[in-house]
């Protein structure tokens, strides 16, 4: 599994980006057939998950994004996107999709409360900047 994210910018507060996400390799792994996840890092802090999708399509936020950010895929072009609206200055960090495979053992637990949880592929990550 190799994930590339891509779409991070620089926006001003109440702006809008929308990241990509995708397995850039032929592995038997797709986005739409695990679960996938989107975290932010920020400077100094730990990884925070933001959202995940599973396999049925089901999505889960935290609720700090909820209502601003949303996951959506395309199953034809192995993608899985992070619509980030509403964005605020605290929103800044480089964010992160990650896949939840059973063949490795997790790097981040998160959404313990879904299936999706235990995330051990991740992309390079890409910057999110949002000024005031």
Same mark, same amino acid.
């Given at each position: 599994?190799?994930?590339?994210?891509?779409?991070? @910018?620089?926006?001003?507060?109440?702006? #809008?980006?929308?990241?990509?996400? $995708?397995? &850039?390799? +032929?592995? /038997?792994?797709?986005?739409?057939?695990?679960?996938?996840?989107?975290?932010?890092?920020?400077?100094?802090?730990?990884?925070?998950?933001?959202?995940?999708?599973?396999?049925? @399509?089901?999505?889960?936020?935290?609720? #700090?994004?909820?209502?601003?950010? $949303?996951? &959506?895929? +395309?199953? /034809?072009?192995?993608?899985?996107?992070?619509?980030?609206?509403?964005?605020?200055?605290?929103?800044?960090?480089?964010?992160?999709?990650?896949?939840?495979?059973?063949?490795?053992?997790?790097?981040?637990?998160?959404?313990?409360?879904?299936?999706?949880?235990?995330?051990?592929?991740?992309?390079?990550?890409?910057?999110?900047?949002?000024?005031?």
């Amino acid at each position: 599994v190799q994930l590339v994210e891509s779409g991070g @910018g620089s926006v001003e507060s109440g702006g #809008s980006l929308r990241l990509s996400c $995708t397995n &850039s390799d +032929d592995s /038997a792994h797709t986005v739409s057939n695990v679960c996938m996840g989107w975290f932010r890092l920020a400077p100094g802090k730990e990884p925070e998950g933001r959202g995940s999708i599973d396999r049925d @399509g089901n999505t889960t936020y935290e609720d #700090s994004v909820k209502g601003r950010f $949303t996951i &959506s895929r +395309d199953n /034809a072009k192995n993608i899985v996107y992070l619509h980030l609206d509403h964005l605020k200055p605290d929103d800044t960090a480089m964010y992160y999709c990650a896949a939840d495979t059973p063949d490795l053992l997790p790097t981040v637990i998160w959404f313990t409360h879904t299936l999706c949880s235990k995330f051990n592929y991740w992309g390079q990550g890409t910057q999110v900047t949002v000024s005031s």
